[in-house]
Structure formats: structure tokens, C-alpha cells
């Protein structure tokens, strides 16, 4: 998920440990500092050693949480095309209890990296002292560009604009840092041609990134990941910088570039470092290393779970206002209306929680969106065409009545689109990292209108795994009748089986399930799940639509391949169900995209199972996870949805090819109009170009 570093760092012992006999505290050398350099934030961040209380404690907490997660073993050994998933996380856990480290923070990189390697966006470990603390910036965004007919890596044409609006106060340190003629021209290198990155070839930076980021099962979408891109999150228009500007962890000093400047046939080459920039709370709590440890890394109000039924669960703070990486998790436990839960597929968690980077005003649509745009839903008519287009963001939502009203805006602006003409549609979900299941279901029910193949069942049939503590909450919420008000995950009554009736209350659906072996792993699942939305009039009090919105052969899907959880799960349907053509835009064009990525079924986290864990009165079982000590998050696959062209295995580890590799170019990257129009020239105003390839 995170990008630490695009190549290997070779960081010495003596730099990642703060000696009691320094004469100074590092940690006070960057007190109330906005901005700072990345040796100066790392001093900070490896100023206590790992404690072996602390090692303990993350290792078992992760250790009892892992059997919740759906994938682990299938992540063993993945199966073509992604075969380069192979990670042993149980034999990882004990490799990393066993390791010597030189601080807590070498500890956590090591953690933190090692659940990386099953580029799965739903699984990792992530800890409030070190992530996201001190984000490193380069003013230097990059993106891959056809020119000529050729691809290449070039510095982003609005780099400057860009880092003079966001990193004001910052901008003269990388002025003055520029050598010779360079030295206060950083507006220069905006739309430069990258030709080497610390020495060599550039895409030789982009494939290791691409090794080591997490996130997809697509390397295609993680080698996409370096560069820039836009997106629309559930207010604005933001810019992302992309993996080589932006990094979540201060390891990395400085970068060396050889590029050729606009309109120059000569090469300028250059370092210019990175700066690391202090989150709210490091700049407002870090006073000193105490300090540190108090008030960012110890264990909040929303570290662990709760007992729902305990006096004290009122008490539990509003999940809304949670602390920004476990928000992104959306696990939240909306009141019942004619459902027990509305559910969330989750919000990867690499988005960072904070996008203040603006896109450009120059690049945002010069029209007007539709009225009836909501949040992560705005509509478009483009100019003198039959094209209207959906800007899908985020299927994130915060509670109930926004998943209602957000649902019925993307009926309406779908319905204004037609009423204005439009008989042709592009869907851009650019950066969709995921959110709500119902809204996933909903969208592609209104858009695909009433058939076999969206009732009763518009998602995927789903299954979690069958681990004996799981089996267990199941008995007791049966036979102890823990949970009253049905709010827990494990509830029979929460479900509908294969057939999408419900399941019987007095049985154990986890027991029922098959017993399957997963890279010669003895694994066992619950039964088959089925729909869990329709009917939309008890869910969410809205009738569809008959007939379908669009013809399927005049809709695009498009996006970075950055299109996740809730979002996969939309356009798989759209995709494998009905054809829908999809577009991956600006990746390389010799190595085949996916559009979709980090499919689940649905996330969850220690925090939710420790929820489920205590409601059920087991919080002393020996398989029980204990409290964590510090402020960290464990994310896991609670579900997997079974596939659409292979129904019997899970639809994480099948294909997702895009139809069309579309590049981009100085006129068009990150200028989402610009891309909508040349999609609509090319591939929608001409109908026999279903289905096409390319390359």
C-alpha cells in the first residue's frame, strides 16, 4: 500500500537508534516544526528501542487476528496471473519475533512491509507512531506519457503549479537547493523527459516501486501508482502526487535526476531532496521523546474493541469522528432499519486520510456539474455529444441517511443524463478505493436494469472463513443468545444462503460450510452467502428502474486500474456480467492492464473482531487476541466473493484484463474532460468498436 522507498535503502544500525547519552533529544529538534528534514524525522521516529513487551504484543494480537482473514492461505502460493504472491504470513510472524532490530520503528518498517508482499489491499498492519506521521514530498511529480509515439517518463506538466499552491513555505528550500542555472527555476522542469532516475533507467524505479507497494494483485496498477493522478473524493477534486513525490515514511533523503527540459536539446542533471512534512498531531504533540510516546503511540479509546452490550458501550466514540487511518476502515455499525447492518466493503486504507493536495483548477471540467451531483457522484454532459458522464469517486459514506440520498442522486443524475440526451455513458473511477456494498449493488442494478443477471442478486455470493473462535461466537450468539439486538457480524440472521433465503437460526452456518485444502492448507469456510441488498425498497426505501439506464455496448468504465473492494466489485459485474468496456489510462503499453484490483468481499479489522470477540463473552479464550497496547490497526479480508465466469472460486485471484489501454499525453494527463472527450471520440461514437483490444 504504502510506497517506503523506490529502491532498496541500506540504512545503518547507528542511525535508527537514539542513544540516552545524546546531548540532545531528537525529538526537540523538530518540536512544533511544520516541516523538516527526513533524517531529522527518522531520528525522532527510532529514538526508543523495541521493547520485547511491545514485540509480544502486536505479534499475538496479529497472530489470532489472521485466522479471520479469508486469504491466507490462498495467498501462500496465488494462482496465475498472479503468481508472484507467495507470502507465508504465520512463518513471516515467527521470522519477525525472532529478528533483532535497532528500534521499534526498523521493527514496524519490517512488520509493516511483510504484509505488503500479498498485495492485498484489505490486509496489512499499520501503526499511528510511524505512518503517515511525516510524509516525505518531493516538489518533482512524475507521469508516463506517449509522445511521438513513444512512451517515456516526464516530470508532470503542472508539477510546479501544483507544489508552489501545496507546499508554500517550502518551495525556496528546493529553489536554493538547484544547482547552476537551475537554482531558482524549479518552474523550469515542469513537462521535463525524465531520462534516468538515481542513475539508471527510469522504469527500472517504477518496476521496483511496482515490487514492494502492496496494495493490487496487478503489478500493471502498481507500476501506475508511481506517477501522478486525479481523483474525487466525497467533496473536491484532489490531485494525487503519486509514489515517487510522496512517501508515508521519511526514509528517503534525496533523489538524483537526469532530465532534458521543454524545448532544449541539452540535459540538465540534478539532486534535489525530499522533505518530510509533520501530520497535526506530530507537529502539535511531539515535544520530546516522552512526549511522543504518550501522546501519538499508546493505545486510544478506538485501538480495541468492545463489548456491545457492556453499560460502558455508549460511551464508544462516534466512528465518524475516529482518527483518520482506522476511519478509512468502515467497519461502522449503522441502527438496523428493515436490515441488520448496512455493510461497507471498506476504504483501502492506503488513501491517505488527509487529500489537501487541489487538482489545478485549469484541469478540473470547465462545466458545470449536474444538479443532482452528491458527493462522490457528479454528473457531466459533454459539449455537442450524446456522452454523459458519471464521476464515481468514492462509493464512501458515512452514515444511513447519506447512503439513502447518495443512492437516489445516482438514479436521478443518471435519469437527468438521459432526459438531456445522453445515450452513451463514461463511468471514471479514477482512484475509487471503495466503500459501500449497497451503493456497489445499487449502482449496477439501475444501470443494468431487471434480468437474471441483477435479481436477485446483484453483487457476488460471498464466504468468510470458518476459524474455530469464529465457529464459536456463532454457538454462543445461538445457544447463549449474546447478541439480542442482531448487530453482531456472526448472527445467522444477518445472512441469506445460496438460494437468498435466510438462514436458519438454530444452526451454525460456519460449520456447514466446506472443508477445502488451499496450498495443500487444510482451510474451512462458512456456506455460500447470498444477496444481501435487494430488495432496494427494504433496504433502501427506493424502487429501481424496470428497464436499464444505458446499452451496455454504449458505456466505458475507465480509470488509473486504481478501482477497489465496492468498486471492483461494480465493475466486475458491469464487466464479466454484461460486457461494459473497459479503459485503463496511462499505463504502460506494452504490459496488459486490469482495471479493477483488491476485490474481498468485505474488509474488516482487530478492532471490529475484538468487538465480536468480547460481545460474545469469549475475550478469555485461548484463541483470543489480546488488547493492543499501542495505536496500531490490523486489516484483514473478512469475506470473498466468489467469481462470475468461475462461480466456485474466488473472484480475487481471476482476471481482470481491460479492453482498452489508453495513453495519455501532455494535452491530457490528469485533465479528466480532456481524457472523457478523446475516450468518446474513439471508442463511443463508433459502435462496432466493441469489445476491442489494445494492444
Known amino acids: 500500500m504504502w510506497n517506503f522507498g523506490f529502491a532498496p535503502l541500506a540504512v545503518s544500525a547507528a542511525t535508527f537508534v537514539y542513544s540516552a547519552a545524546t546531548s540532545k533529544d531528537p525529538c526537540t529538534l523538530i518540536s512544533g516544526k511544520g516541516w523538516v528534514s527526513p533524517a531529522e524525522a527518522r531520528a525522532c521516529m527510532t529514538a526508543f528501542p523495541l521493547e520485547p513487551k511491545a ?4 505479534i499475538d494480537v496479529v497472530s ?15 494462482p496465475a496471473p498472479f503468481q508472484t504472491i507467495h507470502v507465508d504470513l504465520s512463518a513471516e510472524l515467527a521470522r519477525l ?6 528500534s521499534e520503528f526498523e521493527f514496524h518498517l519490517d512488520m509493516y512491509r511483510t504484509f505488503q508482499r500479498a498485495n492485498d489491499g484489505h490486509l496489512g498492519v499499520y501503526n499511528y507512531c510511524y505512518d503517515y506521521l511525516y510524509q516525505t514530498f518531493v516538489p518533482l511529480p512524475l507521469v508516463y506519457l506517449t509522445e511521438d509515439g513513444k512512451q517515456d517518463v516526464f516530470i508532470a506538466p503542472e508539477a510546479f503549479k501544483v507544489a508552489s499552491e501545496e507546499f508554500k513555505g517550502q518551495i525556496d528550500v528546493w529553489q536554493k537547493h538547484l544547482p547552476g542555472q537551475l537554482r531558482g527555476n524549479l518552474a523550469s522542469l515542469s513537462g521535463a523527459k525524465v531520462l534516468l532516475i538515481n542513475g539508471e533507467n527510469p522504469l527500472v524505479a517504477v518496476n521496483d516501486n511496482a515490487k514492494v507497494r502492496g496494495e493490487s494483485q496487478s503489478a500493471a496498477t502498481r507500476q501506475n501508482l508511481f506517477f501522478a493522478s486525479y481523483g474525487h473524493d466525497s467533496t473536491s477534486w484532489y490531485y494525487n502526487l503519486g509514489d515517487f513525490a510522496r512517501q508515508i515514511h521519511p526514509i528517503v533523503d534525496s533523489v538524483q535526476l537526469t532530465v532534458q527540459r521543454p524545448n532544449s536539446t541539452h ?19 511531539i515535544k520530546d521523546v516522552a512526549s511522543y510516546r504518550q501522546s501519538i503511540c499508546r493505545a486510544s479509546g478506538s485501538t480495541n474493541g468492545y463489548d456491545r452490550y457492556s453499560p460502558s458501550a455508549a460511551s464508544r466514540p462516534d466512528p465518524g469522528k475516529m482518527p483518520a487511518v482506522a476511519s478509512l476502515h468502515q467497519e461502522y455499525e449503522f441502527k438496523p432499519s428493515k436490515t441488520p447492518l448496512l455493510i461497507q466493503n471498506g476504504v483501502i486504507p492506503s488513501h491517505p486520510p488527509v487529500m489537501d493536495v487541489t487538482l489545478p483548477k485549469e484541469l478540473r471540467p470547465s462545466s458545470k456539474p449536474l444538479d443532482e451531483s452528491h458527493g462522490g457522484a457528479q454528473f457531466f454532459m459533454l459539449d455537442g455529444q450524446r456522452t454523459g458522464v458519471l464521476v464515481m469517486g468514492t462509493f464512501n459514506i458515512r452514515n444511513t441517511t447519506d447512503l439513502v440520498l447518495l443512492a437516489q442522486r445516482l438514479l436521478e443524475g443518471l435519469q437527468k443524463l438521459k432526459d438531456k440526451g445522453a445515450d452513451r455513458l463514461i463511468v471514471d473511477v479514477t482512484n475509487n478505493g471503495g466503500g459501500s456494498i449497497y451503493l456497489a449493488h445499487w449502482l449496477y442494478r439501475i444501470l443494468m436494469g431487471h434480468s437474471d443477471k441483477t435479481f436477485p442478486q446483484a453483487g457476488l455470493d460471498t464466504t468468510t472463513r470458518a476459524a474455530p473462535l469464529a465457529q464459536l461466537i456463532v454457538e454462543h450468539i445461538i445457544s447463549k443468545k449474546v447478541d439480542p439486538r442482531n448487530l453482531s457480524l456472526y448472527n445467522p440472521k444477518r445472512w441469506k444462503n445460496a438460494k437468498h433465503q435466510p438462514l436458519p437460526l438454530d444452526k451454525n452456518w460456519l460449520k456447514t460450510g466446506p472443508k477445502l485444502t488451499i496450498n495443500g492448507q487444510n482451510d474451512a469456510f462458512s456456506e455460500r452467502l447470498g444477496q444481501e441488498s435487494q430488495p432496494f425498497q427494504d433496504t433502501l ?9 444505458f446499452d451496455p455496448k454504449n458505456i466505458l468504465i475507465m480509470s488509473n486500474g486504481v478501482c477497489y473492494s465496492s468498486c471492483a466489485l461494480f465493475t466486475v459485474r458491469m464487466s464479466k456480467s454484461y460486457g461494459v468496456r473497459t479503459v485503463v489510462v496511462g499505463g504502460q503499453d506494452n504490459i496488459r492492464q486490469e482495471y479493477c484490483g483488491t476485490v474481498g468481499g468485505q474488509v474488516s479489522n482487530f478492532m471490529t473482531i475484538d468487538t465480536e470477540i468480547k460481545s460474545a463473552k469469549l475475550k478469555n479464550h485461548t484463541l483470543a487476541p489480546p488488547d493492543l497496547l499501542f495505536r496500531s490497526v490490523v486489516s484483514i479480508t473478512w ?8 462461480p466456485n472460486e474466488p473472484e480475487e485471484w481471476q482476471p481482470h484484463w481491460a479492453n482498452i489501454s489508453f495513453p495519455l ?21 463508433n459502435s462496432t468498436l466493441f469489445h476491442i483490444q489494445e494492444p
Request: charged share 20%.
Open 55 to 58: 514485540r509480544a504484543n502486536i
Open 64 to 78: 489470532k487476528t489472521l485466522p479471520f482473514h479469508a486469504s491466507e492461505n490462498y495467498q501462500l502460493q496465488a
Open 97 to 102: 519475533n525472532r529478528t533483532q532490530y535497532s
Open 267 to 285: 540535459t540538465d542533471t540534478f539532486s534535489i531532496p525530499y522533505r518530510s512534512r509533520a501530520s497535526n498531531p506530530a507537529k502539535n504533540n
Open 541 to 549: 426505501g427506493l424502487t429501481p428502474p424496470k428497464e436499464r439506464l
Open 639 to 646: 469475506r470473498l466473493g466468489y467469481g462470475v465466469d468461475n
Open 665 to 685: 499525453t501532455l494535452k491530457s494527463v490528469n485533465n479528466p474532460e480532456e481524457i472523457w472527450k478523446s475516450l468518446t471520440s474513439r471508442y463511443l461514437n
